[in-house]
């Protein structure tokens, strides 16, 4: 049982982070089992110091929107969004793609799989649940839930697909179809996007992938349940990717936020669209 009050000016000398934060990891039900259990204040291990909630965007701009269609058919078009994308990456670090081959159908599908998979009953979900990175398959709530200031509001599952696919048998059966038809969608988006970007860097176009840039794939999950105190805590708090490349799909919801320069900017999401992040490990390759 998690008790502890969820207001960040009262004093206890008695509060004890760690039972708090074993008790929630032993209960194996993430942060929708609190939800479900229909708490009003937040356990005090998920509520942010005050400054780490920024102010909102005052940044008008928005990120680069590339449309991809025809960079197979047309080579004077590749050229141009190669050059899209490298000005994106180098200004940005992020941009959006549109009609990039993947059919609105699969991604609507994806999104609807893992709300299946959390929505589930938690008996079904909480075989998955594992802090050991080595399993394929983890279900979990804050990968650094013992290390990190506060706990995110969120819960996550996540699947090694790539450089060795796993046993489709072993995916939750609520997203495991669908999971092995968003990989084999998204690792040919990756090919294509890591040609673009070794053509603009003006190298070959499988330069990266040579490399070995494009052998590995994780599918990450998150799920945030509705908070009954949003203004205490954060569903992701502020991060870098230390990878070559996140494709990001969101959902309708809203609420995700880049940082360029030192201006916070909104990313609305946009039906069909897919976010990319030039990762921490492709930067420093890189350059």
């Known amino acids: 049982m998690i008790t502890s009050t969820s207001d960040p000016n009262t004093v206890e000398p008695d509060y004890d982070r760690l039972s708090e934060i074993k008790a929630f990891d032993e209960s194996k039900a993430g942060v929708k ?28 701009g928005r990120i680069p929107t590339l449309d991809l269609d025809g960079i197979d058919r047309d080579a004077t078009r590749r050229k141009r ?5 490298k000005d994106a990456s180098e200004r940005w670090g992020f941009f959006q793609v549109v009609n990039h081959g993947i059919p609105l159908s699969i991604l609507d599908e994806m999104l609807n799989g893992a709300r299946r998979f959390f929505e589930q009953d938690n008996e ?16 979990y709530s804050n990968y650094h839930l013992y290390t990190s200031p506060a706990a995110n509001w969120r819960d996550s599952l996540s699947c090694f697909m790539a450089p060795i696919p796993p046993d489709s048998e072993k995916l939750p059966a609520p997203c495991r179809d669908i999971m092995m038809k968003y990989f084999d969608q998204v ?10 970007l070794s053509e603009a860097l003006g190298l070959h176009k499988n330069h990266l992938r040579d490399m070995g840039c494009a052998d590995g794939l994780s599918t990450v999950c998150h ?11 954060m569903g992701t708090t502020k991060h870098a990717d230390f990878d070559f490349l996140t494709i990001l799909l969101q959902d309708q919801t809203g609420g995700l936020q880049i940082l360029h320069g030192e201006q916070w900017v909104d990313v ?17 390759r890189v350059y």
Do not use: W
């Open 33 to 60: 089992g609190l939800v479900d259990a229909g708490i009003s204040k937040i356990p005090r291990m998920f509520i942010e110091p005050p400054d780490i909630h920024g102010k909102g965007s005052s940044f008008d």
């Open 223 to 233: 799920y945030y349940p509705k908070c009954p105190e949003p203004e205490l805590t």
């Open 81 to 85: 969004v190669s050059n899209e994308i």
């Open 124 to 139: 079904e979900k909480k075989v998955f649940y594992t802090r050991d990175p080595s399993k394929p398959v983890t279900y």
């Open 268 to 284: 609305p999401p946009i039906p069909g669209a897919l976010l990319v992040n030039v990762g921490d490990l492709l930067q420093a």
């Open 187 to 196: 690792i040919c988006l990756g090919y294509t996007l890591f040609e673009l």
